[in-house]
């Protein structure tokens, strides 16, 4: 079953500008639920760009993104950000915590939107907590955390809502090699929970993954063979 | 209004960054307090006046040339008694006495309530005596010998306002002590019964003696109400440091919200939270800053008016060469208090929640790259 169809993606920044770029160009793809794929390719060959969109966290400038038979393309920001609650769990090169709250209350930050009881957030959150191996460190603030923690605690953060669709940007850019490897065998976790991955980054260390599905090479803003 | 879950969650945020949000409290609550303590203290002697003037003539009459006060005969008198729509004309005797030791004026009035030899003291009064040793006693000194008087009666200090330099007397003691002979008084009292004869009747009296000077009961109140009004001198810089604080604080709350609070804000948006979410949190958490400064401010201000009768404060309003032991009576204009919330607390949402509504409908993947 698909579970992401991106259909002639454009992007282009500052359209209609003498500074316009064209960061996208036609850009078609087919994801498979449960599949990992791997976003290849050198710095602004267009991998964040083309995963920001997936997740939506920004718009096409022209195309169908079809996620779970909804066209995500054009939806208004309501929806978009429903989208991004519930189908989308973002892990980010520079990790993106809140900063001064301990890991606990960093992971319960999507649940907040909800109107569940503190005891089933609680729940969410130790599960999540759990499955990315981070819970001892729970009330610990994040600022305190070495650069292997605060993954460990973006990654609760993005399983916490238990979205089918996990997105990571250069996950293991600020990482070292220990660390990165951990990261690199939590796709093993992701892919036994069911879920559908895509990692954009130019780490050689992912080639090791036998959890990988498929590598989609990206240059230019184009995908090439 | 809100779902508990993220109103819960506005508050961790809140605290995460209390210090930066201590700042604006303090800031906040110093000029919601000055500005309810100006209020306050402006509203109680306006009441203060009211309960004084109470029982002040209808009409008083003085004789004044070129600023200077003279004596009004019997026939002053019996002219304004005989003008229609005057019930009585009471002739009385004030003036002023120089109390060289402690070397203030005490505004001498007759009062035909007293008995001879009792007189009736302003707190100021009693005050600047006792300092010089006289208990229940005092002594005048005239060109015609030492006048010795016992004090029957220290004033209220509801009318302190305007008694506090005063001191009350037989009007044959006062004519002794002020040296005005029988048939003639400082001032003539007249009484109206039909308030709406009062101006005209005003007017009359200036025309039949046209050396006097005649001032209705409405225009000494605003007289006094304009000597303690809160719109004036002063008071103008005072509302000129708050407003420049407040365009301070303003101004940092801007700045938190492009700065940090920018990045927060896209991190939200990148786990699910919608423009609406970002606006009730911040609306929360400004809202739970504004409220409590400005609860703050007006309780302090309370405490500081009333409870310890606005130290410093009390001196620009009341500034007297005696001391003043005014008492203020808890007043609370609820209508200027409800526009003084409007204007701070309004402003001060409006500066957070605009720039964090423009920067919630940017473009968020840059700022989480």
């Known amino acids: ?22 960061a996208l160009k036609a850009i078609n793809i087919e994801i498979e ?37 909804e066209n995500i393309a054009k939806l208004p920001d309501i929806l978009s950000s429903r989208y991004r609650h519930e189908k989308i769990g973002f892990i980010f090169q520079s990790f993106n915590l809140l900063n001064g709250l301990s890991v606990e209350q960093n992971v319960q930050a999507p649940l907040m939107l909800s109107h569940l009881s503190h005891t089933h957030i609680d729940e969410k959150v130790m599960r999540a907590l759990d499955i990315a191996n981070i819970a001892h460190k729970k009330r610990q603030r994040v600022s305190d955390l070495s650069g292997g923690e605060k993954q460990r605690c973006a990654i609760a953060r993005a399983l916490v809502m238990n979205p089918p669709i996990i997105l990571a940007d250069e996950p293991t850019a600020n990482l070292d090699t220990h660390n990165s490897r951990l990261f690199i065998e939590m796709l093993d976790t992701f892919k036994a929970l069911g879920k559908t991955v895509v990692v954009a980054t130019h780490d050689v260390l992912f080639e090791e993954a036998k959890a990988i599905d498929r590598y989609i090479h990206m240059k230019d803003g184009e995908i090439i063979p | 209004m809100f ?14 960054d209390k210090a930066d949000h201590l700042f604006s409290f303090l800031i906040f609550t110093f000029i ?52 229609r729509g005057v019930t009585a004309v009471e002739g009385a005797v004030d003036g002023y006495y ?22 009736r003291v302003g707190s100021g009064v009693y005050t600047a005596i006792k300092a010089w040793h006289y208990e229940d006693q005092f002594n005048f000194f005239t060109p015609k010998g030492k006048i010795t008087l016992n004090i029957e009666q220290i004033e209220s200090k509801a009318t302190n306002l305007l008694c506090n330099d005063v001191i009350y007397m037989h009007p044959a003691n006062a004519r002794a002590v002020l040296d005005l002979g029988m048939e003639h008084y ?48 002063v008071f103008m810089i005072l509302y000129l440091v708050c407003m420049v604080s407040f365009l301070i604080l303003l101004k940092n709350q801007i700045s938190l919200v492009y700065g940090e609070k920018k990045k ?8 699910g939270y919608g423009i609406k979410d970002i606006i009730a949190i911040k609306f929360i958490q400004n809202s739970t800053v504004a409220l409590s400064a400005f609860l703050s401010g007006v309780g302090i201000a309370y ?59 940017a473009d968020m993947s840059e700022a989480v790259r």
């Not at chain 1, 079953?1 to 064209?22: C, E, G, T, V």
């Not at chain 2, 109390?99 to 008995?115: E, K, M, N, T, Y």
């Not at chain 2, 007043?331 to 001060?348: A, E, G, R, T, Y």
């Open chain 1, 33 to 69: 639920t449960g599949e990992i794929v791997i976003l290849k390719g050198v710095s602004g060959s267009g991998k964040s760009t083309l995963l920001s969109l997936m997740g939506g966290l920004s718009k096409p400038s022209s195309g169908d993104m079809i996620v779970e038979e």
């Open chain 2, 186 to 233: 400082s001032k003539l009292y007249v009484t109206v019964p039909n308030p709406n004869e009062v101006g005209e009747l005003t007017l009359k009296i200036v025309e039949t003696l046209p050396y006097v000077k005649a001032t209705s009961k409405e225009e000494i109140l605003a007289n006094y109400q304009h000597l303690f009004y809160y719109k004036g001198g």
């Open chain 2, 32 to 83: 919601v307090t000055l500005l309810s303590a100006v209020l306050f203290v402006s509203d109680a002697i306006q009441s203060d006046l009211k309960v004084a003037t109470l029982f002040q003539p209808d009409i008083v009459v003085e004789n004044t040339l070129a600023g200077r006060a003279y004596t009004l005969s019997e026939e002053d008198k019996e002219a304004i008694e005989s003008l």
């Open chain 2, 98 to 119: 120089y109390f060289a030791q402690g070397r203030v004026w005490f505004h001498v009035i007759g009062d035909s309530s007293l008995r001879l030899g009792a007189m």
């Open chain 2, 303 to 361: 405490l500081y008016v009333f409870f310890f009768q606005a130290p410093l404060l009390r001196s620009i309003f009341l500034g007297s060469e005696l001391e003043h032991s005014v008492e203020f009576t808890p007043i609370m204009d609820m209508n200027m208090l409800f526009l003084l919330f409007i204007f701070s607390v309004i402003p001060f949402l409006a500066c957070v929640i605009l720039p964090s509504w423009k920067i919630a409908i």
């Open chain 1, 1 to 22: 079953m698909k579970q992401m169809i991106l259909r002639d993606i454009h992007k282009i920044y500052n359209a209609s500008k003498p500074n316009a770029f064209h």
């Open chain 2, 3 to 16: 779902p508990k879950n993220l109103s819960e969650y506005a508050i961790v945020l809140l605290l995460k």
């Open chain 2, 264 to 271: 927060e804000i896209a991190i939200l948006r990148s786990i």
